[in-house]
């Protein structure tokens, strides 16, 4: 049996993991479970699960076993007695320094958190280094992308990779005039086409900021430049990424849009096993679409990738400003076009060359989202 850890338990990527866990009962054992909030939901999951350590975010919050209550929080479950695998399911970077405690101890970590490797992705490769090993089989993706490309590389070798190309849905502004969006609203940019996702995440699936994210990530996961990561848009969400090599030749994989597909490879690679996934016949899939991001038509990954380039302390920088931008256009403080400004204003004010530590990681987060929420906000939350 493979002890599990989920960070992240009640939230849409822990609860399908949850699934594909009841699915192999004789292969998995969950032995932490951690929520951002208590109530039924993960009184409902220590019930189903009666070795499972718990921590919730909410400190008033009350699952009913005290006895199992983790007062380590995320760090204490991330390297519990027993625990093999940690899933990270939060949102924000709260989890890095549980990931990095989890790589830490020897534990693998199957990553859906995008913001541990956006703001530490240097401390999280020092780790890996020192560790030594396959490091994708100690830091395994979640992302379906990413899972996309893992899936690809398996048998190659990375310095036979050309280029990696990642896929985007284009989210629901996809083919509108840049010009037009300054009317749109929060429910306008939370209709994602293809995808059902947190608030948070799915206004960055609409100014593709989370698919510039998702390059940083693929940076740290790979160890490609960025001039050899790429992204293309492609509405039907079928084929989740592709890896070009030397010899021209590309290798995609492509599915329904299922998270439990990703999720089941990570926790049980390198086999691969019958899955709760859903299926179908790829004569149903209709015409699969490709085109370039326009030239302008998504300033906010324009603004992401070049900040990305430029290294230091920015991806903190803007992991910080996007959250409260975004925070601020749900809230109504700026329209939509204005997110891509806030976060390139915060770059150039905060960004710097240095790398900073996890200390300095958490100082520098603060700094930028308290000035950022009085700017935009009056001092409200982010």
Known sequence: MTGIAILGSTGSIGAQTLEVIAAHPDRFEVLGLASGSGGKALAGQLSAWPDALWWCADPGAQAGVPDR??????????????????????TGMAALPAVLAALRSGRRVALAN???LITGGHLVRALLDTGGGDPLERLRPIDSEHSAIWQCLVGERIEHVERLVLTASGGPFRGRDPKSL?????ADALAHPTWRMGPKITIDSATLVNKAFEVIEA?????LPYPKIDAVIHPQSIVHSFVEFADGSLKAQLG??????????????PERMPSPARRSDPSTWGSLEFAPLPPGGYPAYDVVRAAADAGGNRGTVLNAADEVAVAAFLDGAIDFPRIAAVIARAVERWGDDDEPDLDGIATLDRAVREQLRTDLLGGARA
């Not at 940076?219 to 160890?223: D, F, I």
């Not at 329904?256 to 690679?269: E, K, V």
């Open 69 to 90: 209550h983790a007062a380590g929080g995320l760090e204490e479950l991330a390297t519990a007695e027993g625990v093999e695998i940690v899933v990270v399911a939060t």
């Open 114 to 116: 995008k913001e541990a």
């Open 182 to 186: 300054a009317a749109v609203t929060p």
């Open 219 to 223: 940076q740290w996961l790979y160890r």
């Open 256 to 269: 329904l849009p299922d998270m439990r597909l990703p999720i089941q490879y990570a926790l049980t690679y």
